[in-house]
């Protein structure tokens, strides 16, 4: 009789995470996925972080750690790199090879050291692609804090060094010309009700100057787009009115992204589609200019999707129409914030919808996690 063939070990896979909870649990669970398709992982930590594995453990008794000090990290990156010759030596160790070696992006020491065991080594973002930290603003009532991609294209830009040098520098001249002694104080197209926290309490950045709001300073319009300081009618707009008053109050669905905001294709069919199965009646004004907002005023109106710029963002207030608010770029993403968690007048729009069928069976990332699993184990 043969003997069954003894079944090939599990592909041997080395994780290192970054020793901070935004970025370690992101990766431990990702782990636990792993784990779950029959790979052997064995994962970097420190005492201190060791309770964050617990639930991993717990769930894949099979899995192993591996033990590193110290447990504090005064220099983050710096000192956590200090763990590679352990680390290394450690590996070097082991009586199966390791076939890979996912580290988180802060982690970046990690990538020689698995080309040196002759690894692959995978890269760990515990965020989107582009997206790899927050940018955090502790002076400004409620401390907001913004993910990179949510940041102005020009600072990152510039940040980036993606700016040429002197040009570089004449923006940053720019803007440090509004906040030294050269200015006397700031005027802003906004109003007490909605920014009054910000406005009664001067950040040190601006010099502590005086600063007016005086918004909304666009001339009111009624339904039919016609401006009450005699403004030229909105081609197009008291059609639109006409077809809205139809509708009962309060019904119908108004979407407007602006006139630079270009959807994409793909994301232009998504949102038809789901308001299409909605069932909600809706109008769609696509490459509108500013003007065409005022048919929020029309009492059919009963909800605004848009891409918070800060004129729509005034219009649809002043309207009292309520938003689901899908920021885009630029300071959009610093208005949503404002009006979803402060103001709440707004909603986040898409929130988990399409990022839950991502992960179910036929959806994109489960796709993408399958193969990821299927190629570590060509590997071994």
């Not at 992101?26 to 964050?52: E, I, K, Y």
Request: proline fraction near 7%.
């Amino acid at each position: 009789m043969e003997a069954a063939p003894t079944p090939a070990p599990a592909p041997h896979v080395l994780v290192v995470p970054f020793p901070a909870q935004g970025h370690a649990l992101p990766l431990v669970d990702f782990v636990a996925l792993l784990a779950a398709r029959g790979l052997r992982l064995s994962v970097v930590t420190t005492p201190a972080n060791l309770q964050l594995l617990s639930p991993l453990l717990a769930a894949h008794p099979a899995a192993s750690t591996k033990g590193c000090g110290p447990g504090q990290f005064p220099a983050f990156m710096q000192a956590f790199a200090a763990l590679r010759e352990p680390i290394l030596a450690w590996v070097r160790a082991q009586p199966d090879p390791v076939v890979a070696v996912v580290a988180d992006i802060f982690c970046g020491w990690a990538q020689p050291l698995a080309r040196e065991i002759g690894a692959a080594g995978i890269v760990f973002s515990p965020s989107g692609s582009g997206d790899e930290f927050s940018v955090a603003f502790p002076s400004i009532p409620g401390a907001p804090s913004y993910q990179w991609r949510e940041m102005l294209l020009m600072y990152r830009n510039y940040m980036a060094g993606a700016l040429e040098e002197q040009v570089g520098e004449s923006v940053r001249q720019n803007f440090l010309w509004n906040v030294e002694e050269e200015s006397w104080g700031f005027v802003f197209n906004s109003f007490r009700a909605l920014e009054g926290r910000y406005l009664d309490q001067p950040l040190e950045d601006l010099g502590f100057r005086r600063v007016w709001a005086v918004g909304p300073v666009a001339p009111e319009t009624d339904a039919t787009g016609t401006r009450g300081a005699g403004g030229q009618e909105a081609v197009g707009a008291a059609d639109l009115s006409a077809w809205l008053d139809a509708f009962p109050d309060g019904s119908v669905v108004y979407v407007c992204f602006g006139s630079q905001a270009v959807l994409t294709p793909a994301v232009a069919a998504a949102l038809a589609e789901a308001l299409e199965r909605s069932a909600v009646p809706f109008l769609w004004v696509v490459g509108a200019e500013s003007s065409g907002v005022a048919l929020l005023r029309h009492a059919a109106v009963g909800w605004f999707v848009t891409h918070c710029g800060w004129n729509s963002t005034l219009e649809a207030v002043a309207a009292g129409v309520p938003m689901l608010a899908w920021p885009m770029t630029g300071d959009q993403f610093v208005n949503a914030r404002l009006l979803v968690d402060e103001a709440r007048v707004a909603v986040r729009a898409c929130a988990g919808g399409e990022a839950a069928r991502a992960v179910k069976e036929g959806g994109s990332s489960l796709a993408d996690l399958e193969g990821l699993v299927q190629e570590i184990r060509k590997l071994g």
